[in-house]
């Protein structure tokens, strides 16, 4: 393992602690971050922004996974040269998937309102995060130079997606946080163990070499 890769790990590494530590803060009570802004919020699922938000949270959401995952295996099975490619990324977005359902028992955390399942952390923005993070590698292996703006558009997700969770009242503002906390410590875990990162350059030099 090369010293940039040693780094990248180390990141995800602290990124997961920090996401646990996050978890067993706030396990047994809300931060007072997250008691203001819900108490701030309270009843808005019912108000047009609540409304606007339940739409946004249909999209931006647990299907975003599914239709990449179906994007990565249409484009192995037409492309062999990439085949392994996609399937390592296919890899990385089912781990990064797997936190909200690994993790979540774990905690325990209730919902600010009444709500079925549990809430940390928030599973509508794992998927999103999960999703902009692969979307984010493959674009560094298959098309470099939309890398910068599938980074914003994947961060500019993330925030609406959690936004409009937060606006619904059915996640405090840690739970969303830990989301993506878990996703890019999973995510530089794997996608580093499975060497997708650093990304390749178009003469096949590693972009940290």
Known sequence: MTVPRVRWVVTGVVLLAAFVALGLLVDRQPLQLDTEVANALRGQDTRPAGLVAGVVTNVLGPVLPWVLGVALVALGLRDRSN??????????????????????PV???????????????SGHVVAV??????????CGWLAPRFVQWAAGIAAAATVVAAACRIVLGVHWVTDTVGAVLAVLGVGLVSATALRLVPFREPDGRSLDE
């Open 83 to 104: 085949r392994s490619v996609c399937v390592r990324l296919a890899v990385v977005l089912v781990l990064c998937r797997l936190t909200s359902v690994a993790f979540k």
């Open 129 to 138: 995060a999960s999703t902009g993070l692969v979307v984010v590698l493959a």
């Open 107 to 121: 905690f325990l955390r209730r919902r600010p309102r009444e709500y079925p399942d549990l809430s940390y952390p």
